[in-house]
């Protein structure tokens, strides 16, 4: 195993570990080299290696919550909260990402794909295919962006997968 020597991931290392052993809602390990995170609330894991830390901050939110912001040297960051890993949504090509909240979760997908699934079920007007196909885009933007800070989503990619081909096959 390799060792860490820079002072500065140590101290982001400290910094994470600290905050994370004061919350409840994460299942987490750690080795020297990386830190293993499971959100309890949907079990779902990132893995995130110390070395690829540039920068750890405290910050407050609106009802004075701290939470951690943790900037990455390829330029992506995340947001350590209380029970949930927030991340930025991917932009889509022809998706307007100012329709959907700047930093989004996890557990997001659940509601997005929850509304898809609803509206399956619903009658198919022109309507309801613009928005299915709207709520497509909100999803893998979400999915892309859990995906491009290290969430494992092969599950939710299968779920995309079964979906548009379901659909394809009802359209066609």
């Known amino acids: 195993m390799k060792k860490i020597n820079n002072e500065a991931t ?8 600290n905050y994370l052993e004061t919350n409840t809602q994460f299942i987490f390990k750690f080795t020297e080299e990386k830190l293993e995170l499971t959100q309890k609330e949907d079990m779902k894991k990132i893995v995130i290696d110390f070395e690829h830390i540039e920068k750890v901050l405290t910050r407050q939110d609106v009802d004075e919550s701290k939470f951690l912001q943790v900037n990455f040297t390829n330029g992506t960051k995340i947001l350590i909260t ?11 090509v022809g998706f307007d990402l100012t329709k959907i909240p700047r930093v989004v979760t996890t557990i997001d ?11 399956f079920d619903s009658e198919d ?7 299915i196909e709207i709520l497509k885009k909100v999803y893998q933007s979400i ?14 990619k299968t779920w995309l997968t079964s979906v548009v081909l379901n659909h394809s096959a009802v359209v066609a």
């Open 109 to 119: 997908l659940q509601s997005v794909s929850k509304a898809i699934e609803d509206l």
């Open 10 to 17: 140590s101290q982001h290392i400290n910094d994470v570990i």
């Open 125 to 131: 007007t022109y309507e309801t295919q613009t928005e």
């Open 143 to 156: 999915l892309y962006g859990a995906e491009n800070v290290g969430f494992k989503m092969q599950a939710e």
């Open 82 to 92: 209380k029970s949930l890993v927030g991340f930025k949504p991917n932009q889509l």
